[in-house]
């Protein structure tokens, strides 16, 4: 007797209508141990455009467990990237060279570069020459820690790193989404603000830091599917794509996310 054909997720979700999406979220790691990374590489790889091992907990980590969790996401196809914080160390304390040198050997693939809390002057295309040199790729951060955003001044310099090449800019957010970047005090997004550095510097190119549960919401449901999404803790990851592809309860109903029918008709 022949075996029936295996019933499927992914056919299922053909079936339901739901848009096949490239991995458009960059989740990070802040400083898990190497089985709680693998596990979730294991079951959100296909989800994720890069993972950042975050902030400088990479460093004072037992360095083997840091090797093994960069090499558990490249065997994925999943790029790791470093955070900002020890690029910013490393460049007031003279230590870029040593530095870059670190980040290739121990296998990352691109690093985050920015100026959120300190006070350094930055060469854009002599920086991402130096990391090519190491085989790494750089992605800008721009937005400060602990003052004002300026947007002018964001539009600015992202144009500057991206034409220096840089894969892309980050739009700072912190832990918080609130009184940072392009989030008030309450938490409430400045739409027009993302709609203005989306039309400066691309959809493709621009990843919005989403920490919380409202700010990753708040930018799938403004900006669509296919906006690109970071600092998202990896527990996290899964309800963020359910969201982003109309299947969370919160979702469905809005016509930019909700599945379409088979019929071809957009529903909501």
């Not at 709680?36 to 400088?56: G, V, Y």
């Not at 300190?118 to 090519?132: E, F, H, N, Q, S």
């Not at 809005?254 to 909501?268: F, H, I, M, S, W």
Request: hydrophobic share 40%; proline share 5%.
């Amino acid at each position: 007797m022949k075996t029936p054909p295996r019933a499927t997720t992914s056919d299922y979700l053909r079936e339901l209508g739901v848009a096949e999406l490239p991995p458009l979220t960059s989740p990070f790691d802040p400083g898990y141990d190497p089985l709680t990374l693998e596990s979730h590489l294991s079951q959100s790889h296909h989800l994720m455009a890069a993972i950042k091992i975050s902030m400088a907990c990479w460093l004072v980590a037992e360095e083997e467990a840091t090797r093994r969790k960069v090499a558990a996401a490249r065997d994925a196809a999943v790029p790791a990237v470093t955070g900002g914080g020890p690029f910013e160390v490393a460049v007031a304390q003279r230590k870029l060279p040593q530095y870059l040198e670190l980040c290739a050997d121990i296998g990352f693939s691109r690093i985050e570069c920015g100026a959120g809390f300190t006070d350094v002057d930055l060469d854009a295309k002599r920086i991402v020459g130096l990391a090519a040199d190491h085989g790494l790729e750089v992605q800008y951060e721009v937005g400060d820690k602990h003052a004002e955003f300026s947007l002018a001044s964001a539009i600015a310099i992202g144009t500057e790193w991206l034409d220096a090449g840089a894969v892309s800019i980050v739009v700072e957010a912190r832990e918080s989404a609130a009184g940072v970047g392009l989030f008030d005090a309450s938490g409430s997004l400045d739409t027009a603000g993302g709609e203005r550095l989306v039309e400066a510097l691309g959809l493709d190119r621009v990843v919005f830091e989403a920490p919380t549960k409202d700010s990753q919401f708040a930018f799938l449901s403004h900006f669509g599917p296919h906006v690109r999404l970071g600092n998202v803790r990896l527990e996290e990851l899964l309800r963020v794509e359910i969201y982003r592809r109309g299947l969370h309860s919160d979702a469905f109903s809005q016509p930019k996310l909700r599945p379409r029918r088979d019929d071809g008709d957009d529903v909501a």
